[in-house]
């Protein structure tokens, strides 16, 4: 029985992606990739695009953009420990931190409560008007 990676080389771009875990279905791989949102040497890559070690991609997921390596050929999707060692974030630096200071200033702009703040709970509510009375 042959192993990952002595399959054979010809690997599609959509299939890749979702098998390193930067999509969660390989259908929404292969939607970026012909929204545009993949990136080969500048220009829009298409889902059915061999993928090669060596080749470098842009990405833009929902939460970031990436910026990868190839570094080896992942065929079916693994645990995310075993992906992460088929290709390299070579993100820019700017990016990584741009990305911060975005999550930064969005935390208080999640459209979630915090826990323990705004409305009193029910005890909370009777606790405060056995106080007032």
């Known amino acids: 029985m042959m192993s990952n990676t002595e399959k054979s080389d010809k690997l599609r771009l959509d299939k890749y992606l979702w098998s390193i875990r930067l999509f969660k279905t390989r ?6 990739c012909d929204s545009g949102k993949v990136k080969f040497d500048g220009t829009q890559a298409k889902a059915a695009k061999q993928v090669h070690v060596g ?6 997921t929902e939460g970031r ?4 390596k190839v570094t080896g050929l992942l065929h079916n999707r693994m645990a995310y420990s075993e992906a992460i060692k088929y290709y390299s974030d070579i993100t820019p630096a700017e990016e990584l931190e741009r990305l ?3 999550r930064q200033a969005s935390s208080f702009h999640t459209g979630k409560r915090l826990s323990k703040v705004g409305r009193p709970t029910k005890k909370e509510r009777r606790d405060l008007d056995e ?3």
């Open 27 to 32: 259908s929404m791989a292969a939607t970026a």
């Open 55 to 60: 080749d470098e991609y842009d990405v833009r």
């Open 65 to 68: 953009l990436w910026r990868i």
């Open 100 to 102: 911060q200071l975005q």
């Open 131 to 133: 106080f007032m009375e």
